[in-house]
């Protein structure tokens, strides 16, 4: 099993900015790719951010440009700097771990962005 702890979040005005970060604990070994996702009240989740365990990073279009997605040197943190916030990126953050075939995800942590 992998735990993850996801802390950082918060409220900020537009325009400002916030990082959050993860910590893996337990069968972190073999763990590739991690990920940010998140979820609006009355909406599915979606993907904000991945990076590969060799440091490839994807983003999706609604956030490219204003967040940066990094992992510690041990690879078993996760961070997401995020700046320019916007109202619209309001939401419950999720960090997830993918390991051989399962996926593991931490407990979340809220962002409100206020106009």
């Known amino acids: 099993q992998v735990r993850l702890v996801e802390s950082g979040g918060g409220l900020v005005q537009a325009g400002g900015s916030l990082r959050l970060s993860c910590v893996a604990s337990?069968?972190?070994?073999?763990?590739?790719?991690m990920d940010w996702y998140r979820q609006a009240p009355g909406k599915e989740r979606e993907l904000v951010a991945t990076?590969?365990?060799?440091?490839?990073?994807f983003y999706s279009d609604s956030v490219k440009g204003r967040f940066t997605i990094s992992r510690g040197n041990g690879k078993n943190a996760l961070y997401l700097q995020m700046n320019s916030l916007k109202p619209e990126d309001t939401a419950m953050y999720y960090c997830?771990?993918?390991?051989?075939?399962?996926?593991?995800w931490g407990q979340g942590t809220q962002v409100t962005v206020s106009s």
């Open positions: 997830r771990a993918q390991r051989l075939a399962a996926a593991f």
């Open positions: 990076i590969s365990n060799t440091g490839s990073a």
């Open positions: 337990g069968l972190i070994s073999s763990i590739n790719a």
